[in-house]
């Protein structure tokens, strides 16, 4: 469900023409839709409700500040990887007891800047982790909680670049030697060991992984407590897939039935990180036709968005449905849809059905809301896209668009290389 529709062949976003956004904030723009945020949001919350649960909302997915306030103005926490994204989400008056950190590599800086911030808990992914952790806090005459993350070592069906919880990931800890580690961290003085974290992969459209991965986390738990290891907290991760072209996802209902026996046999609080559940359907990218080029062989659609936009069509063969805005009459036409960079990878679609297009029109690029601007990068010295966001009729330029000058800041050209 997406708050993304077309009135008399014109597409809008909420109350708002997408033309107007277009013609105001000129393209390649990302434009955000907050009642889809929100509506997603809301029902992974009520499908929970039964049960003590906190939302962690993976800002991953979508880092925009005014993003991430939407979801702290829901009751959100956050899940965040890097002091960088830390320090967004402090920027959004989150309550940082909803604030969990998980990533393989997390540096002393960002132990300490999380220490500080004091969050709920690090999602910790190494036996060595654990102990400089336990080393940071005491310096810092803290005790700081912990979960870790374990890899369960089952297989998502889902593309193999987005697949976490296998043998062979370089994510968490391996499932056979996880109550030694728990143990093993227990007895360290500035930890508390409190919670069980695993996150199985991305774009997940079935619900029997889940069911795999917690059928080996319960024991885990229950072996845990019996040698005296409180495990308080139950993280499941995210993953939950979305359609982009005919996927048919679990819901969150449906995720809800499966999860919440475990949930309740466990008596943990339930932790959740979505990121793309929420965010994906939430978004679109739109560009402007520069030229429409015909070969012997193919036509391209040649936009002003490219890779360094939106890379998920070139890294993962990503499909997202392409449309223009004006929808002006039937004529459809097969055609590459591919952006200015030097790159035979760059294109944003492949031999692709489209409504016929002329040079000047907009096209928008749908299910964008996840992995897509965080994602962008400035490859040929292409500034990035300006970010809108839209509530009901109204509307604001979240980010601006990169200028030149946001290009070369930090550079010099130093008078000592010059000799
Ligand atoms: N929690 C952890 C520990 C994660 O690693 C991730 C995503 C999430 C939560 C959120 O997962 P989600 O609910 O969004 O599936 N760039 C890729 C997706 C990478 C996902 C990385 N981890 C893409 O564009 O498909």
Redesign the pocket.
């Known amino acids: 469900m997406d708050f993304f529709e077309y009135r008399h062949h014109e597409l809008y976003c909420e109350q708002v023409p997408v033309a107007r956004l277009c013609e105001e904030f000129g393209t390649p723009l990302y434009v955000y839709s907050h009642a889809t945020l929100v509506d997603h949001y809301r029902k992974l919350d009520v499908a929970f409700e039964e049960v003590d649960h906190l939302i962690c909302f993976?800002v991953?997915?979508n880092s925009n500040l005014a993003v991430i306030r939407a979801m702290v103005q829901e009751g959100s926490g956050a899940?965040v990887v890097s002091g960088g994204e830390l320090f967004r989400v402090l920027k959004t008056d989150i309550d940082p007891s909803k604030i969990v950190f998980?990533g393989v590599g997390k540096t002393r800086a960002e132990i300490e800047q999380a220490l500080q911030a004091d969050i709920l808990m690090f999602n910790v992914e190494s036996m060595p982790e654990a102990i400089a952790i336990n080393q940071i806090a005491g310096e810092m005459g803290k005790v700081a909680r912990i979960a870790f993350r374990v890899n369960p070592d089952v297989d998502p069906h889902t593309h193999r670049h987005?697949t976490?919880g296998k043998k062979g990931n370089k994510f968490g800890i391996d499932i056979h030697m996880a109550a030694k580690i728990f143990q093993e961290a227990a007895d360290l003085p500035y930890l508390n060991v409190c919670g069980v974290h695993a996150?199985i992969g991305?774009?997940i459209t079935e619900v029997e992984p889940y069911h795999a991965a917690l059928q080996r986390l319960l024991p885990l738990i229950e072996e845990l407590r019996t040698s005296g290891v409180n495990i308080t907290d139950l993280n499941i991760?995210?993953?939950?897939g979305i359609i982009y072209q005919d996927e048919q996802p679990q819901m969150a209902h449906d995720f809800a039935k499966a999860v919440l026996p475990y949930v309740k046999r466990s008596g943990c609080r339930l932790l959740l990180?979505?990121?793309?559940?929420i965010t994906g359907n939430a978004g679109i990218l739109l560009a402007r036709v520069i030229y429409v080029k015909q070969t012997e062989t193919k036509n391209f659609v040649i936009v002003d968005a490219a890779m360094n936009d939106l890379v998920?069509p070139s890294f993962?063969e990503a499909y997202h449905k392409i449309k223009p805005i004006l929808i002006q009459n039937d004529d459809q036409f097969i055609a590459d849809v591919v952006g200015p960079i030097c790159e035979s990878g760059d294109f944003l679609a492949k031999d692709r059905m489209l409504h016929s297009v002329q040079q000047g029109e907009y096209l928008a690029m749908f299910s964008a809301g996840?992995?897509g601007f965080v994602?962008a990068s400035n490859y040929n010295s292409r500034p990035r896209a300006a970010e809108v966001l839209v509530k009901r009729d109204q509307y604001a330029l979240v980010r601006e668009r990169e200028t030149y000058e946001d290009l070369i800041r930090g550079e010099t050209i130093s008078p000592a290389l010059e000799l």
Do not use: N, V, W
């Open positions: 993976s991953k997915s899940d998980a987005i976490t996150h991305s774009q991760g995210g993953g939950l990180e979505p990121g793309r559940f998920r993962y996840a992995y994602m």
